[in-house]
Each structure stands twice: as structure tokens, then as C-alpha cells.
């Protein structure tokens, strides 16, 4: 069983970003860096904060609490990737936040991971008819314009089942990348 870490706080994170001049925002790093871990299960954070550096604006004024939360957030996703019991959340804004807030930040969460994804390359050639529409549907999610109503109970409903889709397609394409290949036929039989 593998101990489950919780996220860094969404706004304390962001507020983070900003301080340190960032171009991205939280739920886009996050993405990145799950998009990163699935096609490189063996992802140093090192590797992680370098690209957010160079890819998505110059993050080399983050202050401390901004690197200790970056720290949080690479282990509490390594752990979230790892658990046995599912436990891998996104990282997006509280409930309590406008639904269009929230469904904002998911299309962006979605782009940081198309992103990082991007680098499994031939990889992605080889994923399964499941594994393929999910990645299909990030992909649609990072170009969708959202628009709710904040009052509606269907449209809460419906974030609840998105984001919950959002959580185990992540998984299954973590799992299906991550895996080891199979080992080649060595030509030899043991009798």
C-alpha cells in the first residue's frame, strides 16, 4: 500500500506563480507534469521544473514557499500515480470556486498534460482503442470553451463526472505508458 499525499493547496500555488512572474498557472503545471510522467515514469522533478522554466514562462524567481509547494506537488503526484487505491487527483481550484473558474482551469490543466505528453512521441502511436479516446477527449477538453451557469445542479453534476473521467483516463494512460515492454523472444526454449 502506498501513502497517499494530498496536493498543494490550488491558490496558494497560483498566488506562487505569480509572484514569481510566471506565464503559467497552477492547474497548467500540474498538467504538464503529469502529461510529463506518463511518458517518463522515471521523471526527476529536477527534469519537471526545468521544462515549466523553459517551456512555460521563467519560474527562477519562485520564492521558497513557491519551490516547497512544486516539491509537494511532483511527490503528492508521484504518490497519487503509484497508490493502489486510486488516489491521483487533478489539481483544480476548490469547489467553492465559480464553476467557470473551474472549468476554465481544467481546459488548462488538459493543455499542460497534452503538452508534457507530447514527449512519450511514437509511444502515443501505440496506446489502445480506450487509451486513445481518452487521450482524444484531453485533447477536445483543452480546446473547449466553457459555459456554465454557476447556480445550475446539473452543470455541478456534470464538473463532478468530468473531472472524475479526467482522474482515471490520466491513470490509464499513466498505466499504459509506464508499463514495462515485454520482454523480446530470446529464441530459446527452457525445457
Known sequence: MTT???????????????????????AEAHGLLCGLLCADAGLPAR???????????????????????????????????ADEELGFEPL??????PLAARA??????????????????ERLATLG???????????????????TDDADEEGEAAWVELVEYLRIGVLLLYATLAAPAPAAESGRRLH
Open 92 to 97: 483544480l481550484p476548490e469547489d467553492d470556486a
Open 129 to 147: 482503442t480506450e487509451a486513445r479516446e481518452v487521450l482524444d477527449d484531453l485533447r477536445e477538453f483543452a480546446q473547449a470553451d466553457y459555459e
Open 47 to 81: 527534469s519537471w521544473r526545468e521544462v515549466l522554466l523553459t517551456e512555460l514562462g521563467d519560474i527562477a524567481a519562485v520564492d521558497a514557499e513557491g519551490s516547497r509547494l512544486l516539491d509537494e506537488l511532483y511527490a503528492a503526484t508521484r504518490a497519487g500515480f
Open 4 to 26: 497517499r499525499l494530498p496536493n498543494p493547496d490550488h491558490d496558494a500555488l497560483q498566488s506562487a506563480l505569480a509572484r514569481a512572474g510566471s506565464l503559467s498557472l497552477a
Open 104 to 121: 476554465e482551469a481544467l481546459g488548462q490543466w488538459c493543455q499542460g498534460f497534452n503538452y508534457g505528453l507530447a514527449r512519450a512521441g
